[in-house]
């Protein structure tokens, strides 16, 4: 008969192992489906805006029919009827002439199937900017051209576009919130833990910053830029407008947490035994700051590229030949054009695909990291 020790050893399933706060954090956030499918697609977006020219199909840069429609994708094709691997009808112009738009009339030729490839030899570019190739992600067998989306008024491909672009607008969105995300969690601590006049005068300024209207006020600093500004002016002065008006409620927010954990126990203790003010906050506030922080960044990004994207559609977007989704959404600026080709309104999805993403991510590191 075993002992009693051996006994208890094998009744018990308790675990022993302590786990430290991000495993606690992450373990509960796999339990978040819309966490996890947020956290997939955020990834994807990420991978796909830094191997842009790899997963774009066609130049971006390449003119082609103007305002045709996506290619016809099935399943079916005449010779072999249904099939597993889907195949493209390419999108050819007719000799009749639309009575509205007075262009000639696009659609699919069924007499021509073209098989759909993984990993085709497309456009040169360089790989990262370094290495060069001319595989592409997809595409079709004979290598001519494949308009998933569409094209523009200049015939230029959207989905690649699409993809291309969004390295502009993310950029410009994690640069916004990096920089928004420092001044704000220092003015925040800073005012929050010395306090006094310091405070005061800080909040003051806050309040001044917040009392601005921002669209206005986006619009009459865009309209000071010179049309004849090379993009990346333009960039790092829209930059600046988006931080400047951006990092006082973040500042206000981590102000009032370090205000209630300037309170807590453990903080008063470190006070009390003459610990300087930099060990105080970064050793006990800073990090339990820091979780709010992370929060606030993931549902940031989404208004920062939303607002990128509003701008461009209003005119004050990167000026070729770079390439932003506010800039092709200037495509989609007038009602005849969405009535007759509204696959121009396209680039939608990729701002709607981005907002859900770092939304769905945000709500589910919200609820990892204060469950309660």
């Not at 099939?83 to 390419?90: D, K, R, S, T």
């Not at 970064?282 to 820091?290: A, C, G, K, Q």
């Not at 920062?304 to 495509?331: C, H, R, T």
């Amino acid at each position: 008969m075993p002992d009693e020790e051996t006994a208890d050893a094998r009744v018990s399933t308790v675990s022993t192992d302590s786990q430290s706060y991000q495993a606690l954090v992450w373990r509960r956030f796999r339990r978040s489906v819309p966490g996890m499918l947020g956290l997939t697609l955020v990834s994807l977006l990420l991978i796909i805006a830094v191997f842009g020219d790899f997963f774009a199909p066609l130049d971006p840069k390449r003119p082609e029919i103007s305002f045709a429609p996506p290619d016809k994708i099935s399943f079916w094709t005449e010779e072999n009827g249904w099939q597993l691997w889907p195949v493209a009808y390419p999108i050819s112009e007719g000799e009749e002439f639309d009575p509205v738009t007075f262009q000639p009339i696009v659609g699919p030729d069924m007499s021509n199937p073209r098989p759909i490839r993984f990993f085709v030899k497309g456009y040169e570019y360089r790989l990262l900017g370094l290495i060069p190739t001319n595989r592409h992600f997809i595409g079709v067998a004979d290598g001519s051209p494949f308009h998933i989306l569409g094209t523009d008024k200049l015939g230029r491909d959207i989905f690649s576009r699409g993809v291309v672009g969004a390295r502009v607008t993310l950029a410009i969105a994690l640069t916004s919130i990096t920089l928004i995300t420092i001044i704000g969690t220092l003015v925040g601590i800073t005012s929050g833990y010395i306090g006094g006049k310091l405070d005061l005068w800080l909040q003051r300024f806050v309040e001044i910053i917040l009392a601005f209207p921002q669209l206005p006020f986006y619009l009459a600093l865009a309209s000071l830029i010179p049309v004849t500004a090379p993009s990346g002016l333009f960039l790092t002065f829209v930059v600046i407008v988006i931080v400047g008006l951006g990092w006082a409620q973040l500042s206000r927010e981590v102000r009032s947490k370090t205000m209630a954990l300037r309170r807590v126990d453990y903080v008063q203790a470190a006070m009390a035994v003459g610990a300087s003010d930099r060990r105080i906050v970064l050793r006990h506030i800073l990090p339990n700051v820091t979780s709010h922080v992370i929060v606030a960044v993931t549902l940031g990004i989404p208004t920062i590229v939303l607002l990128e994207s509003f701008l461009g559609f209003l005119g004050f977007a990167v000026k070729p030949p770079m390439i932003s989704w506010g800039l092709m959404l200037q495509d989609a600026g007038t009602f005849s054009v969405i009535g007759s080709y509204p696959w121009i309104l396209s680039p939608v999805g990729f701002v709607l695909l981005t907002v859900f993403a770092f939304n769905a991510l945000g709500d589910g590191l919200r609820d990892a990291i204060d469950p309660y």
